[in-house]
């Protein structure tokens, strides 16, 4: 399984982005999948998981309210709008996926990565 993340970029504070993340290799529609955050210096965190069918998501506190984790099943790509953007999201943001139900907080559950893509938030 693939998963290539793009969209990220150079925003200012209280600006927007979307990130989207296609995959290929399995069937979409069977993977649940998150998107995770590295900042410098600092560890991976939890942004928002999203179960295969789209039914059911979950977002970590920092983030509620400000992003939207979706899916398209039909086009094999998962995205994550953010708006509201503040310099505390200057991060690298992954994609993961894995079969299942699961999509929750832990990255170790996850089984399939994408590259990450970088969105540096300025003040």
């Known amino acids: 399984v693939q998963l290539q993340a793009c969209g990220g970029g150079l925003v200012q504070a209280g600006g927007s982005l979307s990130l989207s993340c296609a995959v290929s290799?399995?069937?979409?529609?069977?993977?649940?999948m998150a998107w995770f955050r590295q900042a410098p210096g600092k560890e991976r965190e939890f942004v928002a998981g999203i179960v295969w069918s789209g039914t059911s998501t979950t977002y970590s506190d920092s983030v509620k309210g400000r992003f939207t984790i979706s899916r398209d099943n039909a086009k094999n790509t998962g995205y994550l709008q953010m708006n509201s953007l503040q310099p505390e999201d200057t991060a690298v943001y992954f994609c993961?996926?894995?079969?299942?139900?699961?999509?929750?907080?832990?990255?170790?559950?996850?089984?399939?990565w994408g590259q990450g893509t970088l969105v540096t938030v300025s003040s």
């Open positions: 290799g399995r069937t979409f529609s069977s993977l649940s």
């Open positions: 993961a996926a894995r079969s299942g139900v699961y999509y929750g907080t832990r990255s170790d559950a996850y089984d399939f």
